[in-house]
């Protein structure tokens, strides 16, 4: 359980030894295993995804720096805006950030978009107390990173149209509970765990890209883009840029937003 030490340190000595945890992420669930490659295949696969499937990454709030290359931000975006822009939307809890990849990440864990090489940093903001199983895991693993992803079978895998991640602990024992490469890690208290997060729906993250802009508003801001739109309402989103600077635009894969998934509450007990 978070906040407990000894479950902590138990779900991190997991990780380094090559498990999977799902585990509280603000006010939902995550997958967060080691960032090497047959982890990334093997958590992919499990999942119902293809193997090769380019993997997120999370860590703990301050190395989330270290995880993007400074010296390859577009024309018009300064570093200092960007680094507060980013700085706020983790006050407000759980975020993504794509951005333009340091030269020694692995090519599983970036993407290339337009010529340019990314990295998708998933954190689940500063209050969150998964911060400490994440510096754990990170310790005892002697690295920056973790390799996350949601904690949810592929549509790929269930035929569903989407998958929605789970926000309730009994939903993600029941479809994960049986693998034995999946240990568990929830949340003391779900419910004031969403409500510790009232801007945010109980599901994925909103991602808002930097590595590239999409031209300048009417009032002369660079365009930042979101590339889904997730927890995080869009005008709270657009709120945020508009004070570092930025405008906003949405990308093809934030024309609609995620679904929160659905229970029957009479199954689920809760």
């Known amino acids: 359980m978070l906040g407990r030490a000894e479950d902590v340190r138990w779900a991190a000595g997991a990780v380094v030894a090559g498990l999977a945890v799902a585990h509280g992420f603000g006010n939902f669930y995550a997958l967060t295993a080691r960032p090497e490659e047959v982890v990334v295949r093997r958590v992919n696969l499990?999942?119902?995804?293809?193997?090769?499937?380019?993997?997120?990454?999370?860590?703990?709030?301050?190395r989330i720096p270290l995880l993007f290359d400074w010296a390859r931000l577009p024309d018009g975006i300064g570093h200092r805006e960007v680094t507060a822009l980013i700085d706020a939307l983790f006050t407000l809890g759980p975020f993504g950030f794509q951005g333009p990849a340091p030269a020694d990440l692995p090519g599983h864990l970036t993407a290339e978009e337009d010529g340019r090489r990314t990295v998708q940093v998933i954190a689940p903001g500063y209050s969150c107390p998964s911060n400490e199983f994440l510096s754990r895991a990170l310790a005892g693993t002697r690295s920056d990173l973790l390799f996350i992803t949601s904690a949810n079978r592929s549509r790929r895998a269930t035929g569903a149209d989407e998958e929605p991640a789970h926000w309730r602990a009994a939903a993600l024992r029941a479809e994960f509970g049986r693998e034995a490469g999946v240990r568990m890690l929830?949340?003391?208290?779900?419910?004031a765990a969403r409500r510790n997060h009232p801007l945010h729906e109980p599901m994925s993250t909103s991602v808002l890209a930097f590595h590239r802009t999409d031209g300048v508003d009417e009032h002369g801001r660079p365009r930042l883009v979101l590339q889904r739109h997730g927890s995080l309402p869009l005008e709270r989103i657009r709120q945020a840029a508009e004070r570092f600077g930025f405008g906003l635009t949405l990308g093809p894969g934030a024309q609609r937003r995620l679904s929160r998934r659905q229970y029957d509450d009479a199954a689920e007990g809760s």
């Open 186 to 191: 929830e949340h003391a208290d779900e419910e």
């Open 46 to 62: 499990m999942k119902g995804r293809p193997a090769g499937q380019t993997g997120s990454v999370t860590t703990a709030p301050a």
